[in-house]
């Protein structure tokens, strides 16, 4: 029960960070503790399964660097571990004239980010890539592909605990305190125990750490306010829904086809991933969730719909995205309207090809003044709680993808504010 360093979530960034933690301070004890009863079980066994290869994000920032480094490492690690994954390639799509500036705009910045093989295509490229797609011009990105992250964030914990670390799952954070003096005699170890924290869980069990690391995804801003640290950035819920090709037809999606990002809307729209399984996912939308946690259309949690409701921060969001937030909420009511955003891609595609698929959580993070926060956030705080803790705070898509590049980051971070 007495650890140099807990980090706090088994999602993939969290087991990412112990086994690159581990692998560097090996004489060190280490432990994942995870709410959980299995690792993964949130956002990162619940995405698109895309190994981005990092067009979209701005050049210079965290996000951009991170996702072209995660890529390389993460087909390098698949094909180390024998994990399958295919580099079926990405078309983002632009199927009317006034996209077409803005997909040019998305190559420059792809080309700054260091994104390999790109290339402009026309329609007929386009049909030759993927037969059933319609689009005037098109951004070919033939190094995107897609794996099962659950399998990789799997593989993460093995190598972790063949390291030594432990895993303790079932294991909810509630608390954080310094822990009371040590009793024993020894000068040493007054100095080692003294200055441990404590984290405490509902059943009594109590865990000693010198120090945390948390990459709680959904609950990282709340797990900086137990630990005494700033709430901001507040995380909001965003479901995105899915819909899947009926087997029959997923011979019409070869690779991903995605659409040309509107700038004034905050998330990407509508679009087709292939799966390790050999199904296709359609979308997601994207709405609000009434639970941090809820996968169901009718999930909900008072304190959570409250915690999200009464942020000012959220209401300016919504009120600059009104339009769009309504035709998200009116798609995610009616399959027809969700529908006809994949016939401007795929016309063939009818309403009798789809069935509603699964659900994903998005932990989006919020300032106060309603901007998302687009990239990677670390922190900690002052205090002796403070002083001996490392927030992972925002850590979104493509995080999966950046998981081996981020767990480096952190690792590096750590060894700087901790001394280890």
């Not at 998005?362 to 705080?381: I, K």
Request: hydrophobic fraction near 40%.
């Amino acid at each position: 029960s007495t650890f140099d360093v807990a980090v706090v979530g088994a999602g993939i960034v969290g087991l990412a960070s112990a086994r690159e933690l581990v692998r560097r301070h090996p004489s060190l004890a280490f432990a994942v503790l995870e709410k959980e009863k299995e690792l993964a079980h949130h956002q990162s066994g619940h995405n698109s399964g895309v190994i981005h290869s990092g067009i979209y994000y701005k050049p210079g920032s965290l996000k951009a660097k991170l996702c072209v480094q995660g890529a390389a490492l993460c087909y390098e690690y698949c094909d180390q571990k024998g994990i399958p994954y295919k580099q079926c390639g990405k078309l983002i799509v632009a199927v009317e004239q006034d996209e077409i500036p803005r997909l040019k705009a998305l190559y420059e910045r792809g080309l700054q980010n260091n994104v390999r093989g790109l290339k402009l295509i026309g329609a007929k490229e386009i049909q030759a890539k993927e037969p059933f797609c319609r689009g005037l011009m098109a951004l070919d990105s033939p190094y995107t592909g897609i794996v099962n992250y659950k399998q990789v964030a799997q593989s993460y914990a093995e190598d972790f605990q063949e390291a030594g670390g432990t895993i303790l799952t079932d294991f909810e954070v509630t608390n954080m305190e310094m822990a009371k003096e040590s009793s024993s005699e020894s000068e040493d170890d007054m100095l080692n125990f003294c200055v441990f924290c404590f984290v405490l869980f509902p059943q009594g069990e109590v865990i000693y750490c010198r120090h945390i690391v948390t990459c709680a995804g959904l609950y990282s801003d709340r797990l900086s306010e137990i630990s005494g640290c700033s709430p901001e950035p507040r995380i909001v819920p965003f479901r995105g829904d899915y819909l899947v090709l009926k087997p029959e037809k997923c011979y019409m999606v070869k690779g991903n086809i995605y659409p040309v990002p509107n700038p004034r809307f905050p998330f990407l729209g509508f679009h087709f991933t292939p799966r390790m399984d050999g199904s296709v996912w359609l979308g997601p939308n994207a709405v609000l969730a009434f639970k941090r946690e809820g996968y169901k259309l009718f999930d909900f949690s008072t304190g959570d719909f409250l915690d999200a409701v009464m942020y000012s921060g959220l209401w300016k969001l919504v009120l600059r995205n009104l339009s769009y937030g309504l035709s998200e909420m009116y798609r995610a009511c009616f399959l027809s309207a969700q529908v006809k955003q994949l016939q401007k891609f795929i016309p063939e595609v009818t309403i009798n090809d789809v069935l509603r698929g699964p659900s994903g959580v998005r932990a989006q993070a919020l300032d106060s003044d309603g901007n998302l926060v687009d990239d990677f956030v670390f922190d900690g705080g002052s205090g002796d709680i403070g002083s001996r803790i490392l927030h992972v705070r925002n850590a979104p898509s493509p995080a999966a993808t950046s998981s081996l590049a981020i767990a480096e980051m952190i690792a590096d971070e750590v060894k700087r504010r901790f001394e280890l």
